[in-house]
């Protein structure tokens, strides 16, 4: 479990960068901690600066950020004493459970039933119908 926990605190304190490189409207390639190479058409810049034409660049690169938190809470909040009771409680009845129990217990295996000396229902003569 703390295996679990170490890791859940790891990827949620990590910061870490996307880059996305996109050949018009097609996605290339996806680099993470890395800046994404390209597809190779990037457009190089004019040499004469008089030239009026240009013609726009087909490929463009974007980037995600995901920032990790900065602060960690460290400190728990107190329980108070009625809640520390509840918990004990339940803890000592959990512990002082009967552990198992025989499939074969009966509790009428000392009774003894009464004799029967007349049958009352033909003395009194009721019956259920």
């Not at 996109?22 to 800046?35: M, P, Q, S």
């Not at 004469?48 to 728990?76: A, H």
Request: net charge negative; aromatic share 10%.
């Amino acid at each position: 479990m703390s295996i679990l926990m170490s890791f859940v605190v790891l990827l949620s304190t990590m910061s870490f960068t996307i880059n996305m490189h996109y050949c018009g409207d097609t996605l290339v390639e996806t680099a993470i901690f890395h800046k994404a190479k390209g597809c190779g058409m990037e457009m190089q810049k004019s040499s004469t600066e008089g030239c009026v034409v240009v013609k726009k660049n087909c490929c463009k690169d974007e980037q995600l950020v995901i920032d990790g938190l900065d602060e960690l809470q460290t400190q728990t909040d107190a329980i108070s004493f009625e809640q520390q009771i509840f918990i004990a409680s339940i803890l000592y009845t959990y512990n002082n459970l009967p552990k198992s129990l025989d499939k074969n217990v009966s509790s009428y295996g000392v009774y003894k039933p009464p004799l029967v000396i007349r049958e009352l229902y033909k003395i009194d003569e009721t019956y259920l119908i």
